[in-house]
């Protein structure tokens, strides 16, 4: 059989494999949006675009680890370009794949607009486009621009299965999907494949979550296999917080909200990272008798994921099952307010408490957070908590990395005045530690090879060295295209 990286190679996102058996069967894994400037840069090369290098229509099975956009977010594109067969994935991984479709494709008639009026100068014209966005290329060939229509006709194709059960896909093909924390329903999966007798197993990791994560599972250990591909998001970083997220936020909002009458604004992603804030938030006022200070959950994208992790308990950890045993609720206190429209949000700006704002997006790029950060930069007694990673070129990055000022118009600068700080409990990702643990439940000697992928091409050399002392000599490191005899 063969395997060829389509994505996520020598790059975080974009996770897309093709696995050809030799019966003729084809399997893709993941298929995510590529928010890389390499995309470009390939499309420059190529001379025209290459979304899927592959025939859509004669891939027979498409695997999904879990619901993030760079997994999931080229789907509805697939099933456009003629792809008929089903999506395999998690119960809980289906409603929030839907979700962030459903969102992408909101995005995606902002992104037509901005297309129309990109040639309108900015002097006649107010920009649309976000902060982030204002001094970058256009990331999106108009052919990646999907609508809603297509999101529905994707959801067609879902079908579920739950974890760690053997589901026979082919005659020749078991798949068993294994919970990696990370994000509700997020798997790594396991395929066996009966090739002419012979046995062989691949794991693909998806993404990678770390343990004692706020309402998810510990990652699970996955079984001896033959072929690995480990995600290296953090392959060559050690997480620094070592105290636990509750402890970690508690100490913010005390400095924050407490000690002074400010307001804290923490951008978070709205599906994932905002119901872990929420959830310990929650243990916060209803088990730790903390004083009771304003929460706004302003997403309405955080709203709706929340209600599917509402919805999915059994799949959540003990601590979580335990306080729902308890409480009835995982999100709901008396002092959070969940923001439903626009003039609510616009309004939050008038409240003359302390409070804590939960706003996307998580790197400050697009989103509702955005106009919260803007009305405040210029406050000594707000501060922004960036609990997640922020890409270069966001305005979360930025303000990391010590901006003194905010130029909004020609002759307009906001002073950032504002604290900023960042803490990464919230991180749903798990770190070199994490990462090796994964790989060392497979022995070097029988692990035939190992792929690096989903990672910056320097971290991944930095890993592969780290696994080299370890005794893992079979490392590669494919680049895009690349294809591997199995
Ligand atoms: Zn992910």
Known sequence: MKLTFWGAARQVTGSMYLLELEDGFKILIDCGTDLDQQKMEREKTLGHYSLFPFEPSEINLVLLTHAHIDHSGNLPNLVKDGYEGQILCTTATMPLADLLL?????????????????????????????????????????????????????????????????????????????????????????????????????????????????????????????????????????????????????????????????????????????????????????????????VFSDSPLALRSTKVYEKNVHLLNDEAKDFYAKNEELFDFENLTYVQDMKQSKAIA???????????????????????????????????LLVGFAAEGTLGYKLLHGMKSLSVSKDKEIPIMASIQSIDVFSGHGDLDDLTEFVEYQSPEKLKKLFLVHGEYESMQSFEQHLNQRGYNNVEIPKWGDEFDL
């Open 102 to 294: 459903r969102d992408s494709a909101m995005l995606n008639v902002k992104r037509m607009k901005e297309l129309q009026n990109a040639p309108v100068s900015s002097k006649s014209k107010k920009s649309r486009r976000s902060v982030k966005d204002k001094k970058k290329p256009f990331r999106f060939n108009p052919q990646e621009l999907y609508l809603e229509a297509q999101v529905d006709e994707t959801a067609e194709r879902f079908v579920t299965v739950g974890f760690n059960q053997k589901f026979k896909v082919s005659k020749n093909v078991n798949v068993t999907f294994i919970p990696t924390g990370h994000l509700l329903g997020a798997a790594n999966i396991v395929l066996e494949i009966d090739e002419n007798g012979t046995k062989k197993t691949i794991g693909f990791s998806g993404d990678i979550g770390r343990r004692n994560y706020p309402l998810l599972l510990d990652p699970q250990r996955m079984p001896p296999v033959d072929y690995l591909l480990c995600e290296s998001t953090y392959g060559s970083r050690r997480h620094t917080n070592k105290e636990a997220p509750v402890e970690a936020l508690e100490k913010v909002i005390r400095q924050t909200c407490v000690d002074q009458p400010g307001r804290l604004i923490i951008p978070a992603f709205s599906v994932g990272r905002t119901q872990a804030l929420l959830f310990v938030l929650n243990k916060l006022y209803t088990t730790q008798g903390f004083p009771p200070i304003k």
């Open 350 to 384: 008038n409240y003359g408490e302390p409070c804590i704002i939960i706003s996307s997006s998580g790197m400050i790029s697009g989103g509702r957070v955005e106009h919260h950060v803007m009305t405040n930069l210029a406050n000594p007694l707000a501060t922004v």
